[in-house]
């Protein structure tokens, strides 16, 4: 107990430096999401004003869009490939969960194993399905453009993975949907 004790006093000190660093520093060079937030002149403190969805979605779509510098005939293509996909999307999640669910009330039933991995393998076969509509998306979206343009969404997409990682269930790629 003492050892632990004195480590973290040791150790204090240099967390000091860390904390400062962090604090007082250009945010926009340690954060690029508030760079890009001051940028499109929204707030420094995310938490100041908490969007709803459709409307980061919406920002998301128009910082997507000047970025690539799209022709009004390009947007208006991009937008009709993604309202086709909605549906499909939204009947394909609502599936998914179905079938998830049925998963979770097969674990705690008494289910058999071969119920089981039938189950799972539905699940993966929906999970696939999924993939791959988003990735006939994003080759519709990118048959139309330039390939300036795609050049230009791949330097997109290695910004928004240094950001923030992988998207949640596995998703890649800048492209709001």
Same mark, same amino acid.
């Given at each position: ?12 000190p240099?967390?000091i430096?860390v ?9 926009g060079?340690?954060?690029p ?8 002149g ?7 004003e ?11 779509q128009?910082?997507?869009?000047q970025?690539?510098n799209l022709?009004?005939e390009?947007?208006t293509?991009?937008?009709?490939? #993604? ?6 999307r939204?009947?394909?999640r609502e599936a ?9 009330t097969?674990m705690?039933?008494d ?12 699940l993966q076969?929906? #999970? ?13 979206i #990118?048959s ?5 343009? #795609? ?21 890649d790629?800048p492209?709001?949907?």
């Amino acid at each position: 107990m003492k050892f632990r004790s004195i480590y973290l006093l040791a150790a204090l000190p240099l967390c000091i430096p860390v904390y400062s660093t962090l604090t007082h520093a250009d945010a926009g060079s340690l954060f690029p999401s508030y760079a890009l937030a001051q940028a499109a002149g929204e707030p420094a403190n995310p938490n100041s004003e908490v969007p709803n969805k459709e409307e980061f979605k919406q920002r998301r779509q128009e910082q997507f869009r000047q970025a690539l510098n799209l022709t009004p005939e390009q947007v208006t293509k991009i937008d009709q490939i #993604r309202e086709q996909g909605k549906q499909a999307r939204q009947t394909q999640r609502e599936a998914y969960r179905a079938a998830k669910e049925k998963m979770q009330t097969l674990m705690a039933s008494d289910a058999g194993d071969d119920e089981l991995r039938s189950q799972h393998r539905v699940l993966q076969d929906l #999970r696939q399905k999924m993939g791959e509509a988003r990735f006939e998306n994003k080759l519709k979206i #990118r048959s139309i453009l330039t390939p300036e343009q #795609r050049t230009k969404m791949v330097e997109l997409q290695k910004q928004h993975k240094g950001r923030w990682g992988h998207r949640q269930h596995g998703q890649d790629g800048p492209l709001p949907e």
